[in-house]
C-alpha cells in the first residue's frame, strides 16, 4: 500500500465508528510534532476537515496545542498574581467572566471560540442588563484573549472586532447629577463640627478620590507651603483564591495611575480644619506610645475601612436630609463647579483631579458643565463687546433691514 505524502496527517477509524483527523501543524518546544485533531462522524467528512486543516496550515492561520476551556484558562491567568494588573482588578475580570460568560461559552475550548460566538453572547446579554454591564463584560473577555492570543493558543483576539453596547437614552446609570453650588455649600454647613466634617470638606475642595483621602497621612501635608501630596490608596480587597476561597484585607497601593500621584494646593479654611483634627487626634490618642500616622482612623488609630466609610456617609446625608449621591461624585461635584464657573479651569481642574490627560476630563465633565454654552456666550461677548444681552419681547417692534429676502434671492 502506498503511503501518503508526509505532512498529510491521517484519517483513522475509531471503535465507535467514528473517524478522527490528525494533521501535525507544527513543533513543540522539546521538538515533538503538534497536531490538530477532531473527531468526526463519517470518512467523507474526515477528508473534508483533513483538507481544511491543511489548507489553513498553509495559510498560517492554524493554531493547534492542548485543548483548554475558557473556564479553566480565565480561572488560570485572572486568578494568578500580576506586577502589572491590581489584584481588585483581576477579580472584577474574573467575577464578570464567571457570572456572565461562563455559563455559555465556560466548556468551549478558547481557540474555537469566534468573534460570532462573543457578538451573541453581548446580544443576549444586553437585552436583560445595562451597556455598562455589558461592556465590563467584553473587556474582562477581551482580557483574557490578549493574554491567550500572547500565549499562543488564538492567532487573532475574537472580541477586539465587537462593537461597544451603547447607553439607551433612558437607560438608568449609577452616576448621579453632581451637587449644585448651593447644595454643596448646604453640605459643608451641616457638616459643620461633625464627625464627616473633615471627610467631606476634602472631597468637595480638593477632588481627591475615596481610597486616595483614606491613604492620607499628616506627613502628606505641608503646613507651611499650604499643600497636600497624594502619595497612596487604601481600599479593601475581597479577591477570589485559586481554590475559590476567598481572601478580604485592607490593602495600602500608590495611587491609580502615574499622573495620580500629585501635590494639591489647600485653602486656608481647609489648613485651618486639619491643624484643629490633628490636634483633635493628639488628644484622643495621647494615652497611646504610638500616635497615628493616617487622617481618617478607626478608634484602634488603624486606618479607616472604606465599608465603615460608606455607612457614616448614607446616614449623614440621611440625617440632614441632603440629596443622595455616591461618594465618588463628591470629586464629580468638585470638578463641575469649577469648569461649570469657567471653562478655562478644565486645565486646572484635569490637574488636581490627576487625570492622566486633558481629554479625559473634557470627555467626563464636558457635558455636565455646559462648557459648549461657556463657548457660544464668551464669544458673543468678544464680538459684541458694546452689546448688551437682550431679551426680545413679542410686542417689541424691531427694525426691518430686508437681509432676509435679499439673502433668498441670492440663494435662489
Known amino acids: 500500500m502506498k503511503r501518503a505524502p508526509k505532512g498529510l496527517g491521517s484519517v483513522s477509524p475509531l471503535q465507535n465508528g467514528r473517524w478522527l483527523v490528525k494533521v501535525p501543524v507544527g513543533k513543540t518546544a522539546r521538538g515533538a510534532t503538534r497536531y490538530k485533531s477532531k473527531v468526526v462522524g463519517t470518512k467523507s467528512e474526515a477528508k473534508k476537515w483533513q483538507n481544511k486543516f491543511i489548507a489553513l496550515r498553509e495559510q498560517q492561520q492554524l493554531v493547534a496545542g492542548p485543548r ?18 491590581r489584584a481588585r482588578t483581576l477579580d472584577g475580570y474574573y467575577r464578570n467572566i464567571r457570572n456572565h460568560v461562563l455559563g ?32 465590563n463584560v467584553r473587556i474582562a473577555l477581551s482580557k483574557v ?3 491567550a492570543e500572547r500565549h499562543g493558543l488564538v492567532l ?18 449609577n ?31 480638593t477632588g481627591m478620590r475615596r481610597g486616595e483621602m483614606l491613604g492620607l497621612q499628616w506627613k502628606d501635608i505641608d503646613f507651611e507651603s499650604g499643600t497636600v501630596s497624594i502619595e497612596r490608596s487604601i481600599h479593601r480587597e475581597s479577591i477570589i483564591q485559586l481554590d475559590g476561597s476567598r481572601r478580604s484585607e485592607v490593602v495600602v497601593t500608590p495611587p491609580k495611575t502615574a499622573k495620580s500621584r500629585r501635590v494639591n494646593n489647600l485653602t486656608l479654611p481647609v489648613l485651618d480644619l486639619l491643624h484643629r483634627y490633628r490636634l483633635e487626634q493628639e488628644i484622643a490618642f495621647s494615652h497611646c506610645e504610638v500616635k497615628p500616622s493616617f487622617v481618617f482612623t478607626n478608634r484602634n488609630g488603624d486606618p479607616l475601612d472604606e465599608s465603615k466609610l460608606s455607612y457614616r456617609y448614607r446616614k449623614f446625608l440621611k440625617e440632614n436630609g441632603l440629596r443622595y449621591i455616591r461618594i465618588h461624585d463628591l470629586r464629580h461635584t468638585f470638578a463641575t463647579i469649577l469648569v461649570t464657573d469657567d471653562a478655562r479651569n478644565i486645565a486646572a481642574a484635569s490637574k488636581a483631579l490627576g487625570h ?33 444681552r437682550l431679551t426680545i419681547s413679542p410686542s417689541v417692534e424691531l427694525p426691518i433691514h430686508g437681509f432676509a429676502s435679499r439673502w433668498y434671492k441670492s440663494a435662489g
Not at 487573532?156 to 446609570?173: D, H, L, M, Q, W
Not at 464636558?366 to 468678544?382: H, P
Request: glycine share 4%; hydrophobic share 35%; charged share 30%.
Open 68 to 85: 483548554v476551556t475558557l473556564k479553566d484558562y480565565a480561572a488560570e491567568v485572572l486568578l494568578s498574581p500580576s506586577d502589572r494588573v
Open 104 to 135: 455559555r461559552l465556560g466548556n468551549k475550548s478558547v481557540s474555537d471560540i469566534q468573534t460570532r460566538d462573543v457578538e451573541a453572547l453581548l446580544k443576549e446579554l444586553r437585552r436583560t442588563h445595562s451597556a455598562s454591564t455589558v461592556n
Open 145 to 147: 484573549f490578549t493574554i
Open 156 to 173: 487573532v483576539n475574537p472580541v477586539s472586532k465587537t462593537e461597544k453596547a451603547k447607553r439607551g437614552e433612558f437607560e438608568k446609570t
Open 175 to 205: 452616576v448621579r447629577l453632581p451637587w449644585s453650588v448651593e447644595e454643596a455649600q448646604r453640605a459643608l454647613e451641616c457638616a459643620s463640627g461633625q464627625d464627616m466634617e473633615l471627610f467631606i470638606t476634602l472631597g468637595l475642595s
Open 356 to 388: 492622566s490627560s486633558l481629554a479625559i476630563t473634557l470627555d467626563v465633565y464636558g457635558k455636565t458643565a455646559q462648557v459648549e454654552t461657556q463657548a457660544t456666550r464668551r464669544i458673543g461677548e468678544l464680538l459684541y463687546p458694546d452689546r448688551e
